[in-house]
């Protein structure tokens, strides 16, 4: 059974949600929460009414009563058409619909029996939603006006042919009003009272979360920094190191000698290696980017990624299989390219004997799933998947490249994914919406990209090694 632990940046293809976007968010669950109130409260009324008229043969102005329930499901309306808006849901708007809410009541109770009315106590309600949905001024505002509606009804109000017999206990239809009045009002407060609540809750998660990635990318800011700072100066030693190799070549001695030859070669590539890296982190850093980033398609950058990095690393037994399918043109990135080269580094050092990428194209995302026959990740680590300094290796620094491909697919709006496999080794799966690695089609000129056509690779993408099956090297 497959031990999965996600570290994820967001949902797929959604733009990246800041403070302000959760409060909006948030603003406009809690008015789409006021709108099925009101469709309730709507309902409710006219069945209420339409009851006590023909049921219990109480008179009601129902004409009025009518016009007034109207009036509010068109206001509900135009709220409902408002709740679609992008623009920001402000306190005065959840206000003014409250106030709506508390008029529309009052006009009702006025109609039918004022303060004497047992469910004038459903200006509780208003009161409710406001001290949870608005701010405080608001809230005593609400407080009020409803105290004031609540007055102005035991003074003025056209009187309602229902008698106050108490003394009848549930056989009264006055008892048995304010008996339907509680129940609404409790029921009408754990439902939407939980809802707001648990609105709110998901907002201060999400803030929660934000303020953490914010913290995890001022660490990677301190990294770029002091990695672009130590790139500057690791640049002139390894120049001096590149000429004093190159003078070594020419000298008789190591001429004569095949051994010490093919040494300085390797010490050669390894410079080249080195330079590679420090040029890298100074992309990386935004030095230079405009200078070294081309136009590329996905097939190619992944084709030329895994062979330079297998070129580069001890690797025994390496399998490739490219599934993108139809390609599509990217601009080559350095941070995408040093992303996937750390998930293979931290493969091969577990697994230096076997390991297998996959690439495929799978709707709107591009998956990258690395697999090793290591020993696969301790449970630790899997709770812990994505956090900096999370490392068995055991050395200082260690825990920091998983970290920072989870925070670089966060910032295109991917995820990463690990687990374990049941017959031993580990998997990595990078998923990446192609909207934010691919041009689109209308920005790029067919002249100016680089499709794989008959001449260049095979057309299911694999890179073939001699005396090998299916890019085995």
């Known amino acids: 059974m497959f031990a999965t632990t996600e570290a994820v940046a967001g949902e797929l293809h959604a733009p990246r949600v800041g403070f302000a976007n959760l409060d909006n968010a948030t603003g406009h669950q809690n008015m789409l929460q006021l709108i099925q109130l009101r469709w309730f409260a709507v309902v409710g009324q006219v069945v209420t009414i339409l009851l006590v008229h023909y049921g219990f043969a109480i008179r009601l102005p129902l004409d009025h009563m009518l016009q007034v329930l109207t009036c509010l499901a068109l206001f509900n309306v135009v709220s409902l058409w408002r709740s679609r808006s992008p623009r920001r849901v402000t306190n005065g708007e959840l206000f003014l619909a409250l106030l709506i809410d508390v008029a529309t009541l009052t006009a009702q109770l006025y109609l039918s029996g004022g303060a004497t009315n047992p469910f004038v106590f459903l200006f509780l309600l208003q009161v409710t939603l406001g001290a949870v949905l608005l701010k405080p001024w608001s809230t005593w505002t609400i407080v009020v006006i409803t105290s004031l509606c609540f007055a102005l009804l035991a003074l003025f109000s056209r009187p309602l042919a229902l008698p106050l017999d108490h003394h009848r206990g549930l056989a009264s239809p006055y008892v048995q009003g304010m008996l339907v009045c509680f129940a609404l009002n409790a029921a009408l407060l754990v439902i939407f009272i939980t809802r707001i609540s648990r609105n709110l809750r998901a907002r201060d998660a999400r803030l929660a979360d934000l303020r953490q990635r914010a913290s995890e990318e001022e660490h990677i800011v301190r990294m770029g920094l002091l990695a672009s700072g130590a790139a500057h100066e690791l640049g002139t030693p390894l120049a001096t190191l590149a000429v004093i190799l190159g003078d070594w070549r020419r000298l008789p001695h190591f001429n004569s000698d095949p051994e010490l030859l093919t040494e300085v070669a390797e010490m050669e590539l ?11 982190i100074l992309l990386s850093a935004g030095e230079a980017r405009g200078e070294s980033s081309e136009e590329t398609t996905v097939s190619t950058f992944l084709d030329d990624l895994v062979q330079e990095w297998r070129t580069t690393r001890p690797i025994e037994d390496f399998e490739y299989d490219n599934r993108f399918g139809r390609d599509l043109p990217m601009v080559s990135d350095s941070a995408l390219k040093q992303m996937i080269c750390n998930v293979l580094d931290n493969a091969l050092e577990a697994s230096p004997h076997w390991l297998r990428l996959e690439a495929a194209h799978d709707a709107d995302t591009l998956t990258i799933t690395v697999t090793d026959a290591g020993p696969g990740f301790l449970p630790a680590i899997l709770k812990e998947f994505g956090k900096p300094y999370q490392s068995s290796k055991g050395r200082p620094g260690g825990g920091l490249g998983l970290f920072l491909v989870v925070n670089v697919a966060r910032t295109v709006g991917g995820r990463v994914a690990a687990l374990n496999r049941p017959e031993g080794g580990a998997i990595v799966k990078i998923t990446l919406p ?20 008959d001449d260049a690779l095979p057309q299911d993408g694999t890179i073939e090694s001699e005396g090998h099956d299916r890019n085995r090297s």
Do not use: F, M, P, T
């Not at 390894?270 to 890298?280: E, N």
């Not at 192609?434 to 990209?449: F, G, Q, S, T």
């Open 434 to 453: 192609l909207a934010a690695i691919v041009l689109e089609e209308e920005e790029v000129e067919d002249e100016d990209v680089a499709y794989i056509g």
């Open 270 to 280: 390894q410079i080249q290696r080195c330079k590679s890296i420090v040029s890298g």
